[in-house]
Protein backbone atom coordinates (compact mmCIF):
# COMPACT_ATOMS: atom_id res chain seq x y z
CA UNK A 1 0.00 0.00 0.00
CA UNK A 2 1.56 3.40 -1.17
CA UNK A 3 1.24 6.39 1.19
CA UNK A 4 0.91 9.97 -0.23
CA UNK A 5 3.21 12.69 1.22
CA UNK A 6 1.59 15.31 2.98
CA UNK A 7 2.89 18.70 1.94
CA UNK A 8 2.29 21.52 4.40
CA UNK A 9 2.35 24.80 3.82
CA UNK A 10 1.57 28.09 5.66
CA UNK A 11 0.70 31.53 4.56
CA UNK A 12 0.80 34.22 6.83
CA UNK A 13 -1.38 37.71 6.53
CA UNK A 14 -5.13 37.93 7.21
CA UNK A 15 -7.02 35.54 5.29
CA UNK A 16 -9.49 37.27 3.03
CA UNK A 17 -12.46 35.65 0.71
CA UNK A 18 -12.63 37.20 -3.20
CA UNK A 19 -16.13 37.20 -3.12
CA UNK A 20 -16.66 39.94 -0.06
CA UNK A 21 -14.41 41.78 -1.50
CA UNK A 22 -15.44 42.72 -5.33
CA UNK A 23 -15.99 46.13 -7.35
CA UNK A 24 -17.85 46.76 -10.66
CA UNK A 25 -15.54 48.68 -13.29
CA UNK A 26 -15.65 49.27 -16.53
CA UNK A 27 -13.96 48.28 -19.43
CA UNK A 28 -12.73 51.92 -20.67
CA UNK A 29 -12.57 50.72 -24.67
CA UNK A 30 -15.86 48.78 -24.77
CA UNK A 31 -17.49 50.22 -21.95
CA UNK A 32 -18.58 47.35 -20.47
CA UNK A 33 -19.13 46.18 -16.93
CA UNK A 34 -16.66 43.70 -15.73
CA UNK A 35 -16.16 42.48 -11.53
CA UNK A 36 -12.41 43.54 -10.35
CA UNK A 37 -11.17 42.38 -6.92
CA UNK A 38 -10.71 44.92 -4.16
CA UNK A 39 -6.74 46.48 -3.87
CA UNK A 40 -7.02 44.32 -0.79
CA UNK A 41 -7.25 41.38 -1.85
CA UNK A 42 -5.04 42.01 -4.80
CA UNK A 43 -2.67 42.64 -2.25
CA UNK A 44 -3.25 39.71 -0.35
CA UNK A 45 -3.02 37.71 -3.32
CA UNK A 46 0.43 39.08 -4.24
CA UNK A 47 1.53 38.46 -0.66
CA UNK A 48 0.24 34.84 -0.81
CA UNK A 49 2.55 34.49 -4.13
CA UNK A 50 5.25 35.81 -2.78
CA UNK A 51 5.58 33.28 -0.12
CA UNK A 52 4.30 30.70 -2.24
CA UNK A 53 7.64 31.33 -4.43
CA UNK A 54 9.47 28.73 -2.18
CA UNK A 55 7.22 26.13 -2.67
CA UNK A 56 8.47 23.39 -5.27
CA UNK A 57 5.73 20.68 -4.55
CA UNK A 58 3.30 20.44 -7.80
CA UNK A 59 -0.06 18.36 -7.95
CA UNK A 60 -1.06 17.49 -11.49
CA UNK A 61 -4.41 15.35 -10.90
CA UNK A 62 -6.92 15.04 -7.82
CA UNK A 63 -5.66 16.28 -4.42
CA UNK A 64 -7.25 16.10 -1.02
CA UNK A 65 -6.46 19.73 1.14
CA UNK A 66 -6.82 20.64 4.80
CA UNK A 67 -6.71 24.26 5.62
CA UNK A 68 -6.83 25.81 8.88
CA UNK A 69 -7.69 29.70 9.19
CA UNK A 70 -6.33 32.05 12.16
CA UNK A 71 -7.64 35.37 11.99
CA UNK A 72 -6.43 38.42 13.87
CA UNK A 73 -9.98 39.67 14.98
CA UNK A 74 -13.31 39.07 15.17
CA UNK A 75 -14.25 41.75 12.57
CA UNK A 76 -15.62 41.30 9.40
CA UNK A 77 -15.52 37.67 9.94
CA UNK A 78 -14.78 36.28 6.99
CA UNK A 79 -17.08 32.48 5.94
CA UNK A 80 -15.09 28.99 5.35
CA UNK A 81 -16.56 28.67 1.53
CA UNK A 82 -14.81 31.86 0.48
CA UNK A 83 -11.49 31.60 2.19
CA UNK A 84 -11.26 28.17 1.09
CA UNK A 85 -12.14 29.56 -2.86
CA UNK A 86 -9.97 32.36 -2.54
CA UNK A 87 -6.70 29.52 -1.07
CA UNK A 88 -7.41 27.15 -4.16
CA UNK A 89 -7.61 29.77 -6.02
CA UNK A 90 -4.09 31.29 -4.78
CA UNK A 91 -2.63 28.09 -5.52
CA UNK A 92 -3.57 27.33 -8.57
CA UNK A 93 -2.38 30.89 -9.31
CA UNK A 94 0.91 29.65 -7.77
CA UNK A 95 0.62 26.79 -10.49
CA UNK A 96 0.67 24.37 -6.64
CA UNK A 97 -1.82 22.94 -8.16
CA UNK A 98 -2.97 22.89 -11.84
CA UNK A 99 -6.18 23.30 -11.57
CA UNK A 100 -8.44 23.95 -8.35
CA UNK A 101 -11.30 21.63 -9.82
CA UNK A 102 -8.89 18.73 -8.90
CA UNK A 103 -9.21 19.27 -4.82
CA UNK A 104 -11.79 16.72 -3.98
CA UNK A 105 -11.74 17.33 -0.44
CA UNK A 106 -11.62 19.94 1.85
CA UNK A 107 -11.91 17.57 5.26
CA UNK A 108 -10.82 18.89 8.35
CA UNK A 109 -10.88 22.80 7.11
CA UNK A 110 -12.11 25.63 9.69
CA UNK A 111 -11.73 28.43 10.70
CA UNK A 112 -9.93 27.67 14.36
CA UNK A 113 -10.02 31.23 15.70
CA UNK A 114 -7.86 34.35 17.10
CA UNK A 115 -3.96 34.92 16.74
CA UNK A 116 -3.56 38.46 16.92
CA UNK A 117 0.02 37.58 16.63
CA UNK A 118 0.36 35.64 13.49
CA UNK A 119 -2.99 35.57 11.55
CA UNK A 120 -2.98 32.92 8.69
CA UNK A 121 -3.47 29.58 6.93
CA UNK A 122 -1.90 26.51 7.21
CA UNK A 123 -2.45 24.28 4.75
CA UNK A 124 -1.79 20.07 4.18
CA UNK A 125 -1.99 18.90 0.51
CA UNK A 126 -2.02 15.38 -0.13
CA UNK A 127 -2.82 13.59 -4.01
CA UNK A 128 -5.67 11.84 -3.84
CA UNK A 129 -5.99 8.10 -5.06
Not at 6 to 21: A, E, S, Y
Not at 57 to 65: C, I, K, L, N, T
Given at each position: MLTS?????????????????QTIARNRATGKPYVLQSERYRQYEQDCLWQLKACQ?????????KCLYWMPDRRSSPDLLGLLQATADILEKAQIIDNDRNVVSFDGSQIMGIDKQNPRIEIEIEEAE
Open positions: TVTRIVLTGRPITKKNHERFAGPVRM
